[in-house]
T-cell receptor
Framework: DQQVKQNSPSLSVQEGRISILNCDYT??????FLWYKKYPAEGPTFLIS?????DKNEDGRFTVFLNKSAKHLSLHIVPSQPGDSAVYFC???????????FGQGTRLTINP | DAGVIQSPRHEVTEMGQEVTLRCKPI?????LFWYRQTMMRGLELLIY????????DSGMPEDRFSAKMPNASFSTLKIQPSEPRDSAVYFC??????????????FGPGTRLLVL
């Protein structure tokens, strides 16, 4: 039972354009969401997060949007850069808990 | 700090053999997590510890898997006997514990396990 789903295994975007990565979840008890970025042969690193009391959080080129009614979140990267090429995982957790539930990941490739 | 340290980085073994993966968390962190990454299921939490005590092992696939944390600076994940379906990348992560809001987990580089 996959509570967090990333339905696109891969995404290819031209440098300078916007990258949009999507994530859906099924458990309405989740109230905190995170995005992690993973380069080959490295562990995932934290990128950005959002609480369920917000619908948007922005950090430089990265913005996460949360639509609670649709149980959907997205990560926008603009403008996309070659160094953004990586696997992106979304994750969800309940407040006060430590158990992150991850999606399958989306491999983003930024083409020059 | 060197970050989370995992060993070995790569492991190739034959079906039926025992495999032991090792992790050294970041000094001062009191939470430790073991994850498994596969293409089909992404990152799955296997078990996590708070202050060296196992809190949730519901993600451990079966009795062939066991994890220990004898002290704050060391943890092991053991598979005995190993099977080809155990082939995956295993990550260890550590965190500062407490309320999750605002916390992040710091991942090690992973151990790539191949069971033939």
């Amino acid at each position: 039972d996959q509570q967090v789903k990333q339905n696109s295994p891969s995404l290819s975007v031209q440098e300078g354009r916007i990258s949009i990565l999507n994530c859906d979840y099924t458990n309405s008890m989740f109230d905190y969401f995170l995005w992690y970025k993973k380069y080959p042969a490295e562990g995932p690193t934290f990128l950005i997060s959002i609480s369920s009391i917000k619908d948007k959080n922005e950090d430089g080129r990265f913005t996460v949007f949360l639509n609670k009614s649709a149980k959907h979140l997205s990560l926008h990267i603009v403008p996309s850069q070659p160094g953004d090429s990586a696997v992106y995982f979304c994750a969800a957790v309940r407040e006060g808990a430590q158990k992150l539930v991850f999606g399958q990941g989306t491999r983003l490739t930024i083409n020059p | 700090d060197a970050g989370v340290i995992q060993s070995p980085r790569h492991e190739v073994t034959e079906m039926g053999q025992e495999v032991t993966l090792r992790c050294k968390p970041i000094s001062g962190h009191n939470s430790l997590f073991w994850y498994r990454q596969t293409m089909m299921r992404g990152l799955e939490l296997l078990i996590y510890f708070n202050n060296n005590v196992p809190i949730d092992d519901s993600g451990m696939p079966e009795d062939r898997f066991s994890a220990k944390m004898p002290n704050a600076s060391f943890s092991t994940l053991k598979i005995q006997p190993s099977e080809p379906r155990d082939s995956a990348v295993y990550f260890c992560a550590s965190g500062s514990g407490g309320s999750y809001l605002g916390e992040t987990q710091y991942f090690g580089p992973g151990t790539r396990l191949l069971v033939l």
